[in-house]
């Protein structure tokens, strides 16, 4: 094996413990994350979130992983339901929404969310059925009200704005949904 080709695997070989030991030092071990009861011994029967969290992909945010990117690339298969009574109803509308002030718009994409949650979860206690009936603010959602009931909490945190305040009013995108507030991306045919 020559020399520079020796050089370049071990720079490799290095680069990957340094990343793996960055990425174990991200998660808090359950005994020191204050939720979980260091003296019980359901610790030591519970998976780290370093083991479970840092082969998928990463992010830079809350838990640090990409969660639909993690769904998409099947590294995770979740339940699709815990009542047998319940369907799966995976859409693929996005809705606009408009009235972000000098914020960019919010483009909120309904595959990312029913692909984890049935459409009851959402409504109609906290969003109308028909886009643009229900009030969206930010001080709600800084309250832990309508999308702050999950982000911030078990989604990626309120201080990423531009993952939700994503497109320019004057992008190709926001031309696309013209005056609505729907776009249906659905191919016809089943979905899941």
Do not use: Y
């Not at 690339?73 to 693929?92: A, F, K, S, Y």
């Not at 969310?113 to 800084?142: P, V, Y």
């Not at 009931?149 to 704005?161: D, Q, R």
């Amino acid at each position: 094996m020559s020399r520079p080709r020796r050089h370049s695997w071990l720079i490799a070989l290095l680069t990957l413990v340094v990343g793996l030991g960055w990425a174990a030092g991200k998660w808090t071990p359950l005994a020191k994350d204050g939720v979980h009861d260091p003296d019980s011994p359901a610790i030591g029967v519970l998976q780290e979130p370093a083991e479970a969290l840092s082969t998928l992909p990463p992010d830079t945010a809350g838990n640090q992983v990409l969660w639909m990117r993690a769904l998409d690339e099947g590294h995770i298969q979740p339940r699709t339901n815990i009542l047998p009574e319940t369907q799966v109803n995976l859409r693929l509308t996005d809705v606009l929404l408009k009235n972000t002030g000098e914020m960019p718009l919010v483009l909120f994409p309904h595959r990312q969310h029913t692909a984890w949650l049935d459409c009851s979860n959402c409504h109609d206690q906290l969003f109308e059925r028909k886009a643009g009936a229900t009030r969206i603010n930010m001080f709600l959602i800084l309250q832990g009200e309508k999308c702050g009931l999950c982000h911030g909490a078990v989604s990626f945190p309120l201080t990423e704005c531009l993952r939700c305040h994503s497109v320019t009013r004057d992008s190709a995108l926001a031309r696309t949904f013209g005056k609505s507030l729907v776009l249906d991306r659905t191919p016809p045919g089943p979905t899941r």
